[in-house]
C-alpha cells in the first residue's frame, strides 16, 4: 500500500530527502507522494521513512493504493533493479 499525504501537511520539506525512491515531491500546494514509486520503504527499511521524520503526522497509508509486502517487493525490484536472493534486505 502507498501513503498518502493529507492537507495537514506544513511544507516542512523533511520528508522529501527521506525518501529512498524519490516518491515525494513538491505538488501545487502540498507535498505529494508517487503510488507508483512508494514501497513503504520496503527493501530499504524496516518502517516508512518519511512516516519517522513528519512532525505533523499527516502521512497515512492510502486505502486506495492497496497492494501486499509481495508487490512492494516487486515494485521495489522494478525501481531499483534485480537484489542477490541472499541480499539481507530480503
Ligand atoms: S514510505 Fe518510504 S517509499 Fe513511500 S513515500 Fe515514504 S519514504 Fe518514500
Ligand atoms: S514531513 Fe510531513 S509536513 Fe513536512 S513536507 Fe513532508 S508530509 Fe509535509
Redesign the pocket.
Known sequence: M??IITDECINCDVCEP????E??HLGLEIYE?DPTR????VGHFDE????QVCPVACIPLDPRHVESRETLWQKYQRLQGPVPADSPTR
Open positions: 502507498a501513503l527521506e525518501c529512498p525512491n516518491a515525494i507522494i512508494c514501497t513503504e520503504c516508512p521513512q518519511c512516516v
